[in-house]
């Protein structure tokens, strides 16, 4: 078990751009979640997958960000025409929904920031 | 719609000095609690869980917590606090199995 990974740690990008961040949860997880976290906040939901299917999103998640998790297994959030109010750390955590009683894993975070 | 509070934003105690930290939640059934402890420029790591039963739940480090249903509370304890346990601690519920509602999180720093 290593843990939930992301990728890269840091991006730097100009205002407009797309990016595109990667998460590889614990391998036998089955729901996967993203949340957003502004400094001196809590991480706020985004979007989780159970398996392959996307089951729920948040309102924070405009039509600029979309999620896949195309095999159940690792996913990638990409937010389209960034703007600086989307500066922020992406969280990525994983859970083995089975018996209701489900722990969420987190990784290490993807940190934003927008020029 | 659920909620967490954490009423203290900034906490300062001294390395050796007994530390307790608040969480209140607002939540429609029998909560899913849970603190979460994050370093600088880290992610979140698991400081202990309540499903049910023993409403004293021990934790990693050294840390506690106990669920008071009548209070909606889930406080987070330590008797001795060392510096390396100066972070930013998180409380959150699960949100009926959908997501987790964090609080804003209570920064604690220790004094030498």
């Known amino acids: 078990d290593t843990g939930v990974s992301q990728n890269p740690r840091h991006k730097i990008t100009k205002r407009g751009q797309n990016v595109t961040f990667r998460c590889d949860p614990i391998?036998?997880?089955?729901?996967l979640y993203w949340y957003r976290q502004t400094l001196g906040q809590g991480p706020e939901f985004l979007t989780y997958f159970q398996n392959e299917a996307q089951l729920e999103k948040s309102r924070l998640l405009s039509d600029r960000f979309s999620a896949e998790r195309p095999k159940g297994s690792f996913s990638t959030l990409e937010i389209q025409r960034t703007e600086q109010g989307d500066s922020a750390m992406y969280l990525c955590?994983?859970?083995?929904?089975?018996?209701?009683?489900?722990?969420?894993?987190f990784g290490p975070g993807t940190r934003l920031l927008v020029l | 719609a659920q909620s967490v509070t954490q009423p203290d934003i900034h906490i300062t105690v001294s390395e050796g000095a007994s530390l307790e930290l608040r969480c209140n939640y607002s939540y429609g059934a029998t909560p899913y609690l849970f603190w979460y402890v994050q370093s600088p420029g880290q992610g979140l790591q698991l400081l202990l869980k309540y499903f049910s039963g023993d409403t004293l739940v021990q934790g990693i480090k050294g840390f506690e917590a106990e669920f008071k249903r009548s209070q909606s509370s889930f406080n987070l304890r330590k008797p001795s606090v060392h510096w390396s346990d100066a972070a930013e601690y998180f409380c959150?519920?699960?949100?009926?199995?959908?997501?987790?509602?964090f609080g804003p999180g209570t920064r604690l720093s220790v004094l030498p």
């Open positions: 959150a519920v699960d949100n009926y199995g959908q997501n987790f509602v």
């Open positions: 391998s036998e997880h089955n729901r």
């Open positions: 955590a994983s859970s083995l929904a089975s018996t209701g009683e489900e722990t969420q894993y």
